[in-house]
């Protein structure tokens, strides 16, 4: 498997000064900005768009801005995040009408693509198109809100895609996003993630570094 990556929500950032909590969780060890789009529409909560994504790269930010779309309709917005800077962009399949359709304009666009799968959604939507992804995210809670408990039937579906994926001989990123802590991280790793985005469980402590210097040991024993 390939290197474990975290990837902080900045859901749980401190929004008033934004550009210097992103870099210092990058600082701090983390490895790609979990940028969350939300449209009070596909979810019930209302976020960022393109243009905070382009004000980071403006002030500065290197990292990999990895943009989580959590919208319906998705297409339209994927330009607009490619030119604002977007590494890679993930949607829901239930958000678009038209699958391949959608992931084709991500890779276009020159980013990494991706697909977004709720607790509930089924794995057949990665039937047919696992040629074209660069990234599986499994969400662990129900979209729209951080801080939410880790859903436990996650860790079956994670054992699944791992499957999947080794199966397909493709190189997908397997990512996983809600409720990942300290305490389970390494549960979610054994399960078969390689990629994990946590909000609260880094933005909440005073010490970023320590948080996620405590992940990577965590990691570091699945790993071992
Ligand atoms: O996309 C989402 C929520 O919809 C996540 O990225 C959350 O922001 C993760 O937050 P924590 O559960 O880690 O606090």
């Known amino acids: ?10 859901l749980s950032a401190d929004f008033a000064r934004l550009g210097e909590d992103v870099d210092a969780v990058l600082n701090a060890g983390a490895d790609v900005v979990h940028f969350d789009v939300m449209d009070n529409h596909y979810v019930p909560n209302l976020t960022i768009g393109p243009m905070v994504c382009k004000a980071l790269r403006d002030y500065g930010v290197t990292a990999d801005i990895d943009v989580h779309l959590m919208v319906k309709p998705v297409d339209s917005l994927i330009p607009d995040f490619a030119k604002a800077g977007a590494s890679i962009i993930t949607f829901h399949p239930e958000a678009t009408e038209h699958l391949d359709r959608s992931l084709q304009l991500i890779k276009e666009s020159g980013c ?24 599986i995210l499994l969400m662990s809670v129900n979209p729209g809100f951080g801080g939410q408990s880790f859903i436990p039937s996650t860790l079956s579906k994670l054992r699944q895609v791992r499957k999947l994926i080794d199966d ?26 390689d990629m994990f985005v946590a909000g609260s469980a880094i933005f909440n402590q005073p010490d970023y570094k320590v948080v996620i210097d405590q992940m990577r040991a965590e990691l570091a024993s699945v790993e071992a």
Do not use: W
């Open 168 to 193: 397909s001989g493709y190189d997908i990123r397997l990512q996983v996003d809600g409720g990942v802590k300290v305490d389970n991280i390494a549960e979610i790793a054994a399960a078969g993630a």
């Open 112 to 135: 990494k693509a991706g697909l977004v799968l709720n607790p509930g959604t089924p794995l057949h939507c990665l039937d047919h198109v696992m040629d074209k992804l660069d990234v």
């Open 1 to 10: 498997m390939r290197p474990f990556l975290i990837a902080p929500s900045i």
